[in-house]
Structure formats: C-alpha cells, structure tokens
C-alpha cells in the first residue's frame, strides 16, 4: 500500500469513528485498559478521544472497568472457554462493564464493541463478542466476590499485615463507589458562601464535598481561583506547617500543587520543586488562576541544593499511592510489589536531604498517599530513631490522630460522608 493510501484509509478509519456516536469513547476506554494491564502505564484514556464529552466519557468507561475487574473477569471466564489476546479481550471488559453496571444501553454497548473488534482487524471474532455480549446482556448480574478478591493477591497481603483483615476488606470495600469531589478554598472563611452557592457540604476540615463530579471548568468559582480540587485527606498535611506566615516553605515533590496553593494561601513564601516538568506547568497554571505565588523548579530533589536553610519543609514523597485507589482504580492492576522496595529507599534519601535543608528549630512534615505502614508509621519511626529529631505532635484530634501523635486517614474512614484517600503524616522538629 503507497503512502497516499494509507493516509486516505486512516482518514477513513478517523471519520467512521466520529460519524459513530460512542465509539470515539469507548476506542479510548479499550486504549487505556490495554496501557495498565498490557503495559503497567498509567492509562491515558483522554488521548485516545477528541471532544470534551468524548474524553470523559472515555475516562469514566475506563474507571468503572478497572473498579470492577474482578467481577467482570469472572463474568467473562463463565461465557468464553478462552479469553482472545488483546485488544478482544479489552474490548470484551469494556462492554461487559458497560452491559452489567450501565444497563439500559445494551444494545449500543454490544454494536460498538462488534465495530472495535472488526476495526481492529479481528472480524473472525466479531461473532464471539456479539454472543457474549447479548448473553451478559440478557443475564447481567456479575457473581459476588468478597472485598479482598478483588485486589491482586500481593497487595490484599499487605493490607491485612498492617490493617488486618476486617479493616483491610472495609478499606477495599471503601473504595468501590465513585468517590465525591472535595475543594479546598483559598480563603477557608469562605465556606459557608461556596457551600451555599455549589450546594457543597462543608467538612471538618475546613473544604467543601460535592456529592458528584461535575465539570470542573464550569463551577461558580473556578475561574476567580477560589478554590482547587483537592482530596480533604490530602489537605491535612499541609495544615502541619505550624504558623507558615511570612516563613520560607519547600514544598518538595510538590506537582499538582495542591499544598503549594494552600502554604501559598496562608501567607509562606513558598519554593515549590518537582523533577516533572509537565506537572510543574499544572501547577504554575494553578498558581495563575488562584492569583497565587509561589517559587517553581523544575529539578531532581537528589540533584537540587538549595541556598538558604528553609523554616519548614513538606516532603509528600514518591510512595506507591495506594491511598489514592478510590480514585484511580487502575491503580491495583499497574503496581508491582517489586517496586515498593526502591520507593522505600528513597523516601529514606528524600528525608535525609530534606533534614540538611532544615534550620535549626525548623519542623518537616512527611507525608505520603500510601496505605502501607512502611511507606508511612514505620518510615517515620526509622527517620526519628536516626535523626533525633524533638518530638513533635499534630495539632490534629479526633478519628485521623494515632497513638504517636501522627495522622492516619484510610478510605473507610468517613464512610457516611463518601470516604477519603489513604493518607499519613508526620512532623519532625529540628533540634535548635
């Protein structure tokens, strides 16, 4: 085939897939499922769409494949004696997810996967994939598996070795729902007039909930920088910074910049540091918008030296963010355990160079998204044993202080209130 012949084909391929409502969607879906269990990436489902609602569509499609992929698997194991080699069997997961946790649109459903799975050059199958999908449609109802069933079996070990099994089935459980949309304001005084005006609930915390997930862009708000979205669990780190007015603050490994916007907000001058240069550029867009400032550097914290000793350091270090599986289910099925190892080690390395950049009398706070106590009560216990560090606990009470004076959020936790991401902190005071 020339050249010529092949661009007139992909143009043709490009206009079929825009003239057929939802295919452009559910391209993306398989897209994304085919990057984390084919690739370990992280999915890109947005890419593989052109428009806005095609994107989150797609987005969504993903999503719910990935939370119940367990269930669907099974569902599939009971049609197929076999399941075809990618990227049928993508196809397959992402029509079964649609036909048993979407129903009313089954016919769609099954018609767009046929369309994938001849576009994708597997038309022999075509006929299997229309089969399976009007039996699934007819009798919908996937088999129940028990919560920890549903993770890979290395990382349902480790939740019940550091949670037990109870917690670790009610954390996984937790995390089934799609979760709601927390804000945080850039003026906390606000509240009650954001809470009334997006019909948000407001949290202990100080943020707002929203019980959807709206358009983002689209908010009373957004525009004018009111507010950014932020998990309520991944606000209480930053709050840890005691009295960050006026004082110098390293937010290090700080991409998307959440807690940069909030130490920026409560007056700190703040130098803001990522080795990711595309992340820092989400986090200088949200500077922008907030009408915030914030020193940014693109630069390999192992790498990076800083001039001056800071006052106060939040280091929310690479971990293997399993707090955060509620909101990217996809998570379970890309992570390996092997690498749970190198994350340790340099956490380890992070906190050691954080602490030389500290002043005498300055305070770091350690942070990560993680559920694992090894990345969390057992790094910091380790880090105070070698560093002397003065003892120095949380201002924070109730359900998320632990008997060392740190913060433990976990996903079952706020169960009535639509749960929170997994995450721990602590604060260590430099002798002067």
């Known amino acids: 085939m020339t050249r010529a012949a092949r661009g007139a084909s992909r ?4 206009d079929a897939t825009s003239a057929t409502p939802g295919l452009a969607a559910r391209l993306g879906a398989v897209a994304s499922v085919a990057a984390v269990l084919d690739r370990g990436r992280i999915p890109d489902a947005a890419a593989q769409a052109g428009e806005p609602k095609e994107r989150a569509e797609a987005r969504a499609l993903a999503d719910l494949t990935f939370r119940h992929l367990a269930e669907i698997d099974a569902v599939l194991a009971d049609r197929i004696p076999r399941m075809p080699r990618p990227p049928v069997s993508h196809i397959l997961r992402v029509m079964a997810a649609e036909l048993i946790y979407r129903p009313g649109g089954a016919h769609a459903a099954v018609d ?47 939740l019940v070795a550091d949670w037990g099994r109870a917690k670790a089935a009610a954390i996984t459980e937790a995390q089934r729902p799609v979760p709601p949309t927390d804000l945080t304001l850039r003026d906390p005084s606000a509240a009650e007039e954001f809470s009334a005006l997006l019909g948000a609930e407001t949290l202990p915390t100080g943020g707002l909930r929203l019980a959807e997930r709206p358009q983002i862009s689209a908010l009373l708000g957004f525009e004018d920088g009111a507010w950014w979205v932020q998990d309520a669990a991944a606000s209480l780190p930053a709050t840890l910074v005691p009295e960050p007015e006026t004082k110098r603050v390293l937010d290090l490994c700080a991409a998307p910049g959440g807690k940069t916007l909030q130490l920026a ?28 400032t914030a020193q940014t550097v693109v630069s390999d914290a192992l790498d990076w030296r800083p001039n001056a000793p800071f006052d106060a350091i939040l280091l929310d270090a690479p971990c293997s963010a399993t707090g955060t599986m509620r909101r990217h289910p996809d998570l379970p099925h890309r992570s390996k355990p092997a690498a749970l190892k190198d994350l340790l080690a340099l956490q380890r390395r992070l906190l050691e160079r954080a602490w030389d950049w500290l002043r005498p009398g300055g305070v770091l706070v350690y942070a990560t998204c993680s559920l694992l106590r090894a990345e969390g009560e057992d790094q910091a216990a380790a880090f105070r044993a070698r560093s002397g560090a003065a003892p120095l606990a949380t201002p924070t009470t109730g359900p998320f202080a632990t008997a060392e004076g740190d913060i433990r959020t976990r996903p079952d936790m706020w169960a009535e209130r639509g749960g929170l991401d997994g995450f721990f902190a602590a604060r260590f005071l430099k002798p002067a």
């Open 11 to 14: 143009s043709k391929r490009s």
């Open 112 to 158: 767009l996967a046929v369309r994938q799975t001849k576009g994708a050059g597997a038309t022999k199958l075509a006929g299997l994939v229309n089969a399976v999908g009007r039996k699934i449609a007819t009798e919908p109802t996937p088999p129940t598996l028990a919560p920890l069933k549903r993770l890979p079996g290395w990382m349902a070990d480790r």
């Open 265 to 292: 907000a409560a007056g700190a001058f703040v130098t803001a540091l990522d080795i990711s240069a595309e992340r820092m550029a989400r986090l200088e867009e949200n500077l922008a918008r907030t009408r915030l």
